[in-house]
Nanobody, 124 residues
Framework: VQLQASGGGLVQAGGSLRLSCAAS?????MGWFRQAPGQEREFVVA????????VYADSVKGRYTISRDNAKNTMYLQMNSLKPEDTAVYYC?????????????????????WGQGTQVTVSS
């Protein structure tokens, strides 16, 4: 299984972007992580396929919305009210071997597939 991410770009603060991540096969949990320059990779959001249980980072709650089209094995991230601090390379990730419990969905070490990063830049 492979992941293909798309949809990054440059937007002004307050604007919106939509990211997509297409998987070539079935996944259990799909999520997004991001890494800003000079910072560690951080969890953004993840959704479990079986029950669509979703976990958001506090920093994006209320602004970002994750969705999945299981028939297409594709995940979407709608990002609204973007802030300059949202600027980062966004990575989609998938757990294919484990069906993660909610408490584990923030752990990047439990995701076995990673897509290429897509740059999101928010100007002030």
């Amino acid at each position: 299984v492979q992941l293909q991410a798309s949809g990054g770009g440059l937007v002004q603060a307050g604007g919106s972007l939509r990211l997509s991540c297409a998987a070539s096969g079935r996944t259990n949990v799909m999520g997004w992580f991001r890494q800003a320059p000079g910072q560690e990779r951080e969890f953004v959001v993840a959704m479990r396929r079986s029950d669509r249980n979703t976990v958001y980072a506090d920093s994006v709650k209320g602004r970002y919305t994750i969705s999945r089209d299981n028939a297409k094995n594709t995940m979407y991230l709608q990002m609204n009210s973007l802030k300059p601090e949202d600027t980062a390379v966004y990575y989609c990730a998938a757990a294919t071997r484990l069906n993660l419990i909610v408490g584990a969905m923030r752990r990047d070490d439990l995701y076995d597939l990673w897509g290429q990063g897509t740059q999101v830049t928010v100007s002030s």
